[in-house]
């Protein structure tokens, strides 16, 4: 199903126009209008889902295949010498336009980027208590 409202439908599916770098039935990837690095693209499914919650495990499987084919040719064709791939989730963790979709970022040495967190030091039994729960 695709949103009339949502502006990456309209990306996806034509109605905007894009530089579009690949596009198949399922997903058109499109470098960002407003790039991190030369060459960040973004892969966007032509059928709305907000975010991974709502992906079908066949479009997220499809969409993880695209990204390792893209990263390889991009990484080839632009010279890069590493590769983010960032895929966002609800406005907390950097989401901005509500509609799944993967930034594939082509890195480079000096590029001035900082797509990293912080690590922090949990304490022992704090992990040990997360992981117990997660494996129930």
Same mark, same amino acid.
């Not at 990837?29 to 790039?35: N, Q, R």
């Not at 993880?64 to 406005?91: C, P, R, S, Y």
């Given at each position: 199903?695709? *949103? ?6 309209? =990306? ?9 770098? +690949?596009? !198949? ?16 693209? $973004?892969?966007?499914?032509? #059928?709305? +889902?907000?975010? %991974? +919650? #709502?992906?079908? !495990? ?11 084919? $893209?990263? %390889?040719?991009?990484? *080839? ?13 609800? #406005? ?14 082509? /890195? ?7 797509? =990293? ?9 704090? =992990?040990?208590? %997360?992981? *117990?729960? $997660? /494996?129930?």
């Amino acid at each position: 199903m695709k *949103d009339d409202n949502c502006i990456f439908c309209k =990306l996806a599916n034509g109605i905007i126009p894009t530089n579009s770098i +690949y596009e !198949d039935e399922d997903f058109n990837v499109i470098l960002d209008a407003g790039p991190a690095t030369k060459g960040h693209a $973004l892969i966007i499914p032509k #059928e709305h +889902y907000k975010n %991974i +919650y #709502e992906l079908p !495990d066949k479009t997220a499987a499809d969409a993880f295949k695209l990204a390792k084919k $893209l990263a %390889i040719k991009m990484t *080839d064709k632009l010279g890069a010498d590493g590769f983010n791939i960032v895929q966002n989730n609800n #406005e907390v963790a950097g989401q901005s336009v509500f509609h799944f979709h993967m930034h594939l970022i082509p /890195r480079y040495e000096g590029d001035g980027q900082h797509i =990293l967190w912080k690590p922090t030091e949990p304490d022992a039994d704090v =992990l040990k208590g %997360i992981a *117990d729960s $997660l /494996r129930d």
